[in-house]
């Protein structure tokens, strides 16, 4: 139980174009998803929260603007990476739970390498 | 505000020994710590977590000691195996969010 899967799994793209990643939790429901970002050899970093049928809440430092998330269901967030860049080339990994509690265990997908020509 | 860090960025351990990755944290205000195992190119890997409320778990081959005197956790992996290769991170929990530290590369010598 307990699985999160994401798609694609690998993407290149050309710097100015948009790339959709998703995020679904295959065997509950996700009240609250979260989306990571992870450098080479670097921790993982927040980028922000996302909780089903409202607007995502912001790390400091990432523009809301750039990184489109949507949570349109209780087993499906995607992140829109808009007019990407090269420096926006990196890992994204997305978990869920299913409280919505940060007590409540965070299930971590398999992550998105994105490479931004 | 909140900073986990790790005390060691590598680890080496011979098979069949037992390892013992460290982290410190600085928010004493968290009740709620993970470790996460993450192997090349995957998301992280759920491994044992533990509440303010206890000092020590044990699960399978893992166990969690939690020292809130000195906001100390450390995770204990017995009889390590070559699968254990992987980097290990410490996550604290707060404000409905995880912090994670940096991470311990493990690496198992034969």
């Known amino acids: 139980g307990a699985v999160v899967s994401q798609h694609p799994s690998r993407v290149i793209c050309k710097s100015g174009t948009s790339v959709k990643i998703e995020c679904r939790s295959l065997?509950?429901?996700?009240?609250?998803m979260f989306w990571y970002r992870q450098f080479p050899k670097q921790s993982l970093m927040l980028m922000a929260t996302?909780?089903?049928?409202?607007?995502?809440?912001?790390e400091q430092g990432v523009e809301k603007d750039k990184f489109l998330i949507n949570h349109a269901s209780l087993t499906l967030s995607t992140l829109t990476v808009t007019s990407a860049h090269p420096e926006d080339s990196s890992f994204y990994i997305c978990s869920a739970n299913s409280g919505g509690e940060v007590t409540d265990t965070q299930y971590f997908g398999p992550g998105t390498r994105l490479t931004v020509l | 505000g909140e900073s986990v860090g790790l005390h060691l960025p590598t680890l080496s351990v011979q098979e069949g020994d037992n390892s013992i990755i460290n982290c410190a944290y600085s928010n004493s205000a968290s009740d709620y710590f993970i470790w996460y195992k993450q192997e090349s190119g995957k998301g992280p890997q759920f491994i044992i977590d533990?509440?303010?409320?206890?000092d020590k778990r044990q699960g399978q081959r893992v166990t969690v000691l939690l020292n809130k005197t000195v906001k100390h956790l450390s995770l204990q992996i017995a009889a390590t195996q070559p699968g254990d290769s992987a980097v290990y991170f410490c996550?604290?929990?707060?404000?409905?969010?995880?912090?994670f530290g940096q991470g311990t590369r493990l690496t198992i010598n034969p």
């Open positions: 065997d509950f429901q996700a009240t609250t």
């Open positions: 996302s909780n089903e049928g409202s607007k995502a809440t912001y």
């Open positions: 533990i509440r303010s409320n206890m």
């Open positions: 996550a604290q929990g707060g404000a409905q969010k995880l912090v």
